[in-house]
């Protein structure tokens, strides 16, 4: 088994409920969830004309490989209703693959770890609270201080259930 980290990201639609179903479905096609972070709620980065996100990260101990993991991953995102018409668009399910053991993927279809993970706070406050001490293996330092050293200023709130 392998440990995988996963950052799970929505705007539209009941986001917490559509959350809950993919970690539900991550589970039962990927492996068994370790750990997971709160809900955190943030604007949107990169095209901001859009609705804030929930983010949550958790950790899964899987038997497939990353390209393997991505492909479980991609049919799931579909059957939550994903569709990949707009880069940084409005979705109702993203799941990204943040850290795959200490492995480097680089690839046109993968690429791990994420490469913008240690400049998006939406990303590392989830990940610290599950993984404060997982050292990033190109970076060679712990994600909680990655998160200290983060040159993003966006906003990230814990959520707070209506």
Not at 39 to 46: E, H, K, P, R
Not at 60 to 70: C, F, G, K, R, V
């Amino acid at each position: 088994m392998s440990s995988i980290y996963l950052l799970l990201g929505g705007n539209q639609g009941n986001r917490a409920q559509i959350l809950s179903q993919a970690k539900a479905k991550l589970e039962e096609e990927l492996g068994p969830i370790m750990a997971y972070s709160p809900l955190y709620q943030t604007a949107a980065w990169g095209k901001t004309d859009q609705a804030d996100f929930l983010n949550q990260a958790i950790h899964i101990d899987t038997p497939y490989s990353p390209m393997e993991s991505l492909n479980i991953i991609h049919q799931i995102e579909d059957i939550l209703g994903r569709k990949r018409t707009e880069h940084w668009g409005q979705r109702t399910i993203d799941i990204d693959i943040l850290l795959y053991e200490e492995q480097v993927v680089q690839n046109t279809r993968l690429v791990v770890p994420h490469p913008e993970l240690h400049n998006r706070r939406f990303a590392l406050i989830p990940l610290s609270a599950i993984a404060a001490d997982i050292v990033h293996p190109i970076l060679n330092k712990a994600i909680g201080q990655l998160l200290l050293d983060c040159p993003d200023k966006l906003e990230v709130f814990l959520h707070k259930d209506p």
